[in-house]
């Protein structure tokens, strides 16, 4: 008896008999009609029209609804069936083989498209999601989804999408994307060393983060560098730093002068190191040399006060150093900053906020060199206070050395006066 009534209630009905349901005008039959997978493509079309929402959106996520209907559905007002919509077809393209996809047309790739820059970043998300690892989709698409500002968005094409290549990368990066797309390129499996390089230079701190986490990314030698001149006052990129799989004895010896004891002993238990910086480390944290004294001298702008009447303290007093102006480059204590490098220089206020307002890495790094600051301060002042673009700032030579001559430098000094 059950399965008697149970063979009843899955044998489909005939056309007719659907066209005859619908003329009932019974919701609850239409809805019924609209989730079946073996409801006649006619019927399914029909009720992508259907005045109740959850009869489209059922129609949405029926993967029988012909193309056509999508295409009506794709435009829908309702924001539950175009999710739905970009669900099913998100999931349905990537599984496509080169057979099916020339079948389906290019009507559904239409539909993909449409879905990809609908107004609703959950519709567009979903898509990305799906179409993420995808190799058989159109590539504009997949760049139509990482170019998007919404993170939820970009991230997943962004992170796995084998499509991009490292152009495509390059050009996201340079178009200041918000962090959380910076970040979702630093963890890409394999990452080129031109695209970590650009990672880097953002100084972006949860991307970097990101980055140094990514064990697989093609880090080279000055980019690690450049980011361990720009570490000491970003705690997120210590651990990651110490764990990094390959450093040099110097590198080790640099990160070890900003880094937390307990990662000083990691550095100290390191395969890659020599005897002699093993020992000269753990011989610092015996010591402790990294004293509370330290950390005293660091609040010392702090204490002071701020702006013009601490830079003006701290230059009285001697202590206008590089981690002095470092730490207000980080809380972006403008005023601390100009009054300092007038100090330091002998230059009027008014040049010294031109060149910071020029966005000229060549003069600003002339500033720095007259003030005696190192190159690691020069690159920072470019970047947090000079809004230097990541591209156009002059690197630190060697990973320490000004990378223009001292007849080029006092070049710049004369046309700023």
């Not at 029909?46 to 009869?55: C, F, G, H, S």
């Not at 006052?233 to 080790?252: D, Q, R």
Request: aromatic share 4%; charged share 30%; with cysteine.
């Amino acid at each position: 008896m059950l399965k008697s009534l149970l063979s009843r209630i899955s044998k489909p009905k005939s056309y007719e008999e659907q066209r005859s349901a619908l003329e009932q005008n019974n919701t609850k039959e239409r809805l019924r009609l609209a989730r079946r997978e073996d409801t006649q493509p006619e019927v399914l079309y029909y009720l992508a029209d259907d005045n109740v929402p959850e009869v489209r959106r059922a129609i949405a996520s029926n993967r029988s609804t012909p193309v056509k209907a999508d295409a009506k559905l794709v435009q829908d007002g309702d924001d539950e069936v175009r999710y739905q919509l970009a669900d099913k077809i998100g999931s349905l393209v990537p599984e496509w083989s080169v057979e099916q996809r020339e079948k389906a047309g290019a009507l559904t790739i239409t539909v993909l498209r449409e879905l990809a820059t609908d107004q609703l970043p959950r519709v567009r998300a979903i898509i990305s999601e799906h179409l993420k690892s995808a190799e058989n989709v159109p590539k504009d698409i997949v760049l139509q989804l990482a170019r998007d500002l919404e993170v939820i968005v970009a991230a997943p094409v962004l992170q796995f999408s084998p499509l991009l290549n490292d152009q495509d990368l390059l050009e996201i990066i340079a178009a200041g994307r918000q962090a959380g797309s910076l970040s979702a390129v630093a963890k890409r499996r394999g990452l080129g060393g031109d695209v970590a390089d650009a990672v880097a230079q953002t100084l972006d701190a949860k991307a970097v983060a990101a980055l140094l986490a990514n064990d697989s990314a093609q880090l080279r030698e000055d980019t690690l560098d450049w980011i361990i001149d720009n570490a000491a006052a970003v705690e997120p990129w210590h651990k990651p730093l110490v764990k990094w799989p390959s450093l040099t004895n110097g590198a080790i010896r640099r990160i070890a002068g900003f880094v937390a004891a307990s990662l000083v002993e990691t550095l100290c238990s390191r395969n890659d190191i020599d005897a002699a910086t093993a020992a000269d480390l753990a011989k610092a944290v015996r010591e402790g040399i990294r004293s509370d004294g330290a950390a005293a001298m660091d609040g010392e702008r702090a204490k002071i006060g701020d702006g013009k009447d601490a830079a003006t303290a701290l230059f009285n007093a001697g202590g206008l150093n590089d981690d002095a102006l470092q730490e207000a480059i980080s809380d972006g204590d403008r005023e601390f900053v100009v009054h300092g490098i007038a100090l330091k220089t002998g230059l009027p206020i008014d040049v010294v906020d031109d060149v910071l307002d020029s966005a000229n890495a060549r003069a600003v790094t002339a500033l720095a060199w007259k003030a005696n600051f190192s190159m690691r301060t020069a690159m920072q002042l470019q970047l947090r206070i000079a809004r230097v673009r990541p591209q156009s700032i002059l690197n630190a030579r060697n990973g320490i050395d000004y990378p223009l001559s001292k007849a080029e430098l006092e070049q710049q000094l004369k046309l700023l006066r």
